[in-house]
Nanobody, 125 residues
Framework: QVQLVESGGGLVQSGGSLRLSCAASGIVFSKIGMGWYRQAPGKAHELCAAISRSEDINHADAVKDRFTISRENAKNTVYLHVDNLKPEDTGVYYC???????????????????WGQGTQVTVSS
């Protein structure tokens, strides 16, 4: 059974920092790309950052100067370091694991997509 468990959120003042963690189980973590998303009140999910199994990294333009994604395969954990937090960063932060398996030739692969329960980040002004 695949499980993604986020932690590290909390209430922080504007300009503060947090380290969010996502511990994964039930998957071959080192072979899977991971991502962090967030959802602000009343808004859709948006990508913050993603890291491939080969550690290619993509940060969303809105946060690339303040957020840093990293992974520690030995601990099956992906992190999101968030610095210089702003009130507009308030929201629930979710960990995501997505991968494709199987398929071949004319047979498309099957996609797998899992989410954690989220961790709340609240930034006060």
């Amino acid at each position: 059974q695949v499980q993604l468990v986020e932690s590290g959120g909390g209430l922080v003042q504007s300009g503060g920092s947090l380290r969010l963690s996502c511990a994964a189980s039930g998957i071959v973590f080192s072979k899977i790309g991971m991502g962090w998303y967030r959802q602000a009140p009343g808004k859709a999910h948006e990508l913050c950052a993603a890291i491939s199994r080969s550690e290619d990294i993509n940060h969303a333009d809105a946060v690339k100067d303040r957020f840093t994604i990293s992974r520690e395969n030995a601990k099956n954990t992906v992190y999101l370091h968030v610095d210089n937090l702003k009130p507009e960063d308030t929201g629930v932060y979710y960990c995501n694991a997505t991968w494709a398996a199987g398929g071949g030739g004319y047979v498309p692969p099957e996609w797998y997509d899992y989410w954690g329960q989220g961790t709340q980040v609240t930034v006060s002004s």
